[in-house]
T-cell receptor
Framework: NAGVMQNPRHLVRRRGQEARLRCSPM?????VYWYRQLPEEGLKFMVY????????ESGMPKERFSAEFPKEGPSILRIQQVVRGDSAAYFC??????????????FGPGTRLTVL | QKEVEQNSGPLSVPEGAIASLNCTYS??????FFWYRQYSGKSPELIMF????GDKEDGRFTAQLNKASQYVSLLIRDSQPSDSATYLC?????????FGAGTTVTVRA
């Protein structure tokens, strides 16, 4: 059973370009979460999606960032007009349907974005 | 006030000793608590979860939760060099995990 897959693993962009990060959840998982980890900081929640629905995007910056999880294909985190402050590791996690108080999220290997 | 605070590191312990990690949280409504381990340049991996007051043991790891004090800890017994990593405390409500900044542990051989 393959784990959470993310690609690319490393992404270099120049200021002003667009970055597209992809995440395929574990088989059987319908819930996807995106987190950002800045250098020397913990992970910060960005967005929670189910198929074709954004459930909670309270952690997403108001501008330039968007996320989707289409009916077919991976979840996409899109960053338009990247700036140097967007340089970070972006982790995707997935989980099966929520059960009670225990909600284990399985993390992918991350995409390390560097903005030049 | 940060939502999740962890004791500042780095924490250096000799091989075979006990490493003690502490975490406090501000949201009294939190239901579940997690300890993740993250090796440098890698993704977090879950090592313990706890949602009832008291202790929970799994191998060399023991998690302790005190909801009244809003405190959760992780003890690593018989520390091994392979335990050298950053440990992230997190709590979750329905789905959103809030993480602390992490405590870096180094186990000296």
């Amino acid at each position: 059973n393959a784990g959470v897959m993310q690609n690319p693993r490393h992404l270099v962009r120049r200021r002003g370009q667009e970055a597209r990060l992809r995440c395929s959840p574990m088989k059987g998982h319908s819930h996807v979460y995106w987190y950002r980890q800045l250098p020397e900081e913990g992970l910060k929640f960005m967005v929670y999606l189910q198929k074709e629905n954004i459930i909670d995007e309270s952690g997403m910056p108001k501008e330039r960032f968007s996320a989707e999880f289409p009916k077919e294909g991976p979840s996409i985190l899109r960053i338009q007009q990247v700036v140097r402050g967007d340089s970070a590791a972006y982790f995707c996690a997935s989980s099966p349907p929520l059960q009670g108080v225990y909600n284990e999220q399985f993390f992918g290997p991350g995409t390390r974005l560097t903005v030049l | 006030q940060k939502e999740v605070e962890q004791n500042s590191g780095p924490l250096s312990v000799p091989e075979g000793a006990i490493a003690s990690l502490n975490c406090t949280y501000s949201d009294r409504g939190s239901q579940s608590f997690f300890w993740y381990r993250q090796y440098s340049g890698k993704s977090p991996e879950l090592i313990m979860f706890i949602y009832s007051n008291g202790d929970k043991e799994d191998g060399r790891f023991t998690a302790q939760l005190n909801k009244a004090s809003q405190y959760v800890s992780l003890l690593i017994r018989d520390s091994q060099p392979s335990d050298s990593a950053t440990y992230l405390c997190a709590h979750g409500g329905d789905y959103k995990l809030s993480f602390g900044a992490g405590t870096t542990v180094t186990v000296r051989a």
